[in-house]
């Protein structure tokens, strides 16, 4: 099986999991308790937030949760003002956005997928009390521009979310933002466990309440062991070539081109592990039964099951039709340019057989 769903889900590092088994089968203690094993534990905890914080900004703090999901929630429920956000954002942002009953505004993106700076300055007011995007778009990977927004949000006295989830460790943050929201098992750790990581002064009202075992204010006992997967996996993500999916983009890019088939997203600023096309006609249900030894995507794992087209291919102006011809690949750190090759054949000559 070739593997080229990342933005979904990364494979767990090996080592990240050697990391986690001594707390899976040797240590259970509590992190929260104070007799000498729940002091270990709340080290390996420690030792997990210094790990993820190096690779966000300096001056503020990291807070465990189960997931990006919690910590959008969170950042978002927990906050004030009117919410200004993006079109394209994952659904933990617009729907948790539409269920907070606040005013909001949705800003529009062109046919590249950015958003329209001229609208958001029109939009970010005095009664703007947050702005929330993404840095790196999940199912096309454009980049969004959030020093700008960042700029835009401050000059109001608003805070700035963005969800790092998918460019956590890849590409660079500014560091003007005021919350960051990032998930493990997107940077090849376990799922289960994510983080909000939060300017220093800023807090959020608490979304879970119980014992605050998390500053400043989330409840819940935490997992040494997920905390140690995800510290290792953000210090792998440190060590990393910054631009190892650069070589696989090229020659996937240039076959689909050559063949017909065109780039959803603009090509640059784009994370360039995430190639998302399109050929129109091409009936993906049966392409993706065809290749049964190749995992990809037709979107958003998150919003598969929906029956509905891609809500970020209909925001770049696709039709219908043309969300539903698209397909996402998404490769990184254990895909080879041979097997990106041979499944980029593979999809190509499936797609023709249909013609």
Request: include cysteine.
């Amino acid at each position: 099986m070739i593997y080229l769903d990342y933005q979904a889900t990364t494979p767990l590092a090996p080592e990240a999991f050697d990391a986690m088994v001594p707390w899976l089968r040797d240590a259970h203690a509590n992190p929260h308790s104070p007799h000498r094993p729940g002091r270990a534990a709340r080290a390996a905890v420690e030792v997990a937030r210094d790990r993820i914080a190096a690779l966000l900004p300096d001056g503020g703090r990291v807070a465990f949760t189960s997931g990006a999901t919690e910590a959008l929630n969170w950042a978002i429920k927990g906050s004030s003002g009117a919410i200004v956000t993006i079109a394209t954002e994952h659904a933990a942002v617009l729907d948790t956005v539409a269920a907070s009953g606040r005013p909001h505004v949705v800003l529009p993106v062109g046919a590249d997928g950015l958003v329209d700076l001229d609208a958001a300055r029109a939009a970010i007011g005095p009664d703007t009390g947050l702005v929330a995007a993404m840095l790196v778009n999940n199912e096309i990977g454009v980049i969004q521009p959030i020093a700008e927004l960042a700029t835009m949000a401050h000059a109001v006295g608003a805070r700035m979310l963005c969800d790092a989830v998918q460019g956590y460790g890849r590409v660079p943050l500014p560091d003007t933002v005021d919350m960051v929201a990032i998930s493990a098992h997107k940077i090849h750790g376990p799922k289960g466990i994510g983080a909000l990581w939060l300017r220093d002064g800023v807090a959020p009202a608490p979304l879970l309440h119980g014992g605050g075992q998390e500053a400043p204010g989330r409840s819940g006992t935490l997992s040494p062991a997920l905390c140690a997967g995800f510290g290792v996996a953000a210090q792998l993500m440190a060590a990393d070539d910054p631009q190892p999916v650069e070589p696989l983009w090229r020659a996937a890019q240039e076959r689909f081109a050559a063949a017909g088939w065109r780039l959803n997203g603009a090509a640059s600023p784009r994370y360039h592990g995430n190639l998302n096309v399109r050929r129109d006609g091409l009936d993906v249900g049966r392409l993706m039964s065809d290749m049964r030894d190749v995992a990809f995507s037709a979107g958003s794992a998150c919003a598969s099951g929906s029956g509905r087209p891609s809500h970020v291919l209909r925001a770049i102006g696709l039709s219908d039709a043309q969300a539903r011809s698209s397909i996402r690949l998404g490769f990184g750190r254990y895909t080879s340019e041979a097997e990106l090759m041979r499944a980029t054949d593979e999809i190509l000559a499936a797609a023709e057989a249909q013609a």
